[in-house]
C-alpha cells in the first residue's frame, strides 16, 4: 500500500460545478496536511494548510481532515476555469513531507 | 517577498552529458529540498539541506546526482552522467524550520533528456 493514494483523476466538471478531490493515507504519525496547487510548467503552489481534524475554509476551497479514517479532502465550490490544474495532497509528520500523485481537474466554460 | 529562484526553467540535453540547477529559497529559510517530480506524478524528494547540512539523501541516486549547499544559503543540483529516466522537473523548495509545516517550491528546472 502506497504511503498517500489519491483520486487518479483527471476530472473534469462544468463551470459553477462543487468539486471533491480526496487523498488517502496510512501513516497515523501526519499531523499537517496540505493542499497544493500546480498549473501546467509551474511549481505547485500552497492552496491550504490544516493542522490535525477538522475542516477549514477559505473563501471557495474548504479542507476537510478525518484522522480517524485517515482522509482528507478539498472542496471547491464554484468552480472556475482558472482553476483548472493538477491538485496535490501533503502531509507531514513534521520530519518528512509526503506528497500524493495528484488529480488533474478541468473546469469547462 | 521573493519566493524561491531556480535556473535554468529548461534545459534539453543528450544522455551522458551533465547539467546543472541552481535554486536560491526564501531569505531566512534555513530548509532547502529537492525534489524530482516526473510528469503525472507527486513530487520524490532527493534531498534535503538543513543550512548547509545533508538532513536527508536517502533517495538520491549518488551515482550520477549531487548537490551541494556550501554557504547555507543557495544550492545546486548535478547530474553526470543523465540518463533518459532523469527527464523530469526538479523542484526547489524551502521551509523555515526543519519541522517546517508548509514548504514552498520554485517554478522549477524543466529537464528533457534525449
Known amino acids: 500500500q502506497k504511503e498517500v493514494e489519491q483520486d487518479p483523476g483527471p476530472l473534469s466538471v462544468p463551470e459553477g460545478a462543487i468539486v471533491s478531490l480526496n487523498c488517502t493515507y496510512s501513516?497515523?504519525?501526519?499531523?499537517?496536511f496540505m493542499w497544493y496547487r500546480q498549473y501546467s510548467r509551474k511549481g505547485p503552489e500552497l492552496l491550504m494548510y490544516?493542522?490535525?481534524?477538522g475542516n477549514k475554509e477559505d473563501g471557495r476551497f474548504t479542507a476537510q481532515v478525518d484522522k480517524s479514517s485517515k482522509y482528507i479532502s478539498l472542496f471547491i465550490r464554484d468552480s472556475q476555469p482558472s482553476d483548472s490544474a493538477t491538485y496535490l495532497c501533503?502531509?507531514?509528520?513534521?520530519?518528512?513531507?509526503?506528497f500524493g500523485p495528484g488529480t488533474r481537474l478541468s473546469v469547462l466554460p | 517577498e521573493a519566493g524561491v529562484a531556480q535556473s535554468p526553467r529548461y534545459k534539453i540535453i543528450e544522455k551522458r552529458q551533465s547539467v546543472a540547477f541552481w535554486c536560491n529559497p526564501i531569505?531566512?529559510?534555513?530548509?532547502l529540498y529537492w525534489y524530482q517530480q516526473i510528469l503525472g506524478q507527486g513530487p520524490k524528494l532527493l534531498i534535503q539541506?538543513?543550512?548547509?547540512?545533508?538532513?536527508?539523501d536517502s533517495q538520491l541516486p549518488k551515482d550520477r546526482f549531487s548537490a551541494e549547499r556550501l554557504k547555507g544559503v543557495d544550492s545546486t543540483l548535478k547530474i553526470q552522467p543523465a540518463k533518459l529516466e532523469d527527464s523530469a522537473v526538479y523542484l526547489c523548495?524551502?521551509?523555515?524550520?526543519?519541522?517546517?509545516?508548509?514548504?514552498?517550491f520554485g517554478e522549477g528546472s524543466w529537464l528533457t533528456v534525449v
Open positions: 523548495a524551502s521551509s523555515l524550520v526543519l519541522s517546517g509545516n508548509t514548504i514552498y
Open positions: 501513516n497515523s504519525a501526519f499531523q499537517y
Open positions: 490544516t493542522y490535525s481534524s
Open positions: 501533503a502531509m507531514t509528520d513534521g520530519q518528512n513531507f509526503v
Open positions: 531569505s531566512g529559510h534555513a530548509t
Open positions: 539541506f538543513q543550512n548547509n547540512g545533508v538532513v536527508d
